[in-house]
């Protein structure tokens, strides 16, 4: 949950995402562009969120996204290194 606010934070995220990105009691395997799987413990196993109009620098705590397998941010204004 944690890593998921700070990529948050880091980029701009657009208007139309805030609405469960901010909601921090929600489950996160619920918000937009954000997939779990059950059956790791609703672990984060995708992050999708392609022309969202993000910008900013990605944020190095999503290394922390051990269980991430599929990274779609194209179309953003995203720097940064993984």
């Known amino acids: 949950h944690y890593i998921l606010v700070v990529i948050y934070y880091s980029l701009s995220i657009d208007v139309r ?4 990105w901010v909601q921090l009691n929600e489950d996160e395997c619920n918000w937009q562009g954000i ?3 059950p059956n790791e413990g609703g672990r984060v196993t995708a992050l999708e969120l392609p022309n969202e109009r993000l910008e900013g620098e990605l944020p190095a705590e999503i290394g ?3 269980d991430l397998r599929i990274l779609n941010l194209r179309l953003n204004r995203i720097s940064g290194t993984l």
């Open 17 to 20: 995402l805030t609405d469960d």
């Open 64 to 66: 922390g996204l051990n």
């Open 35 to 37: 997939t779990c799987t």
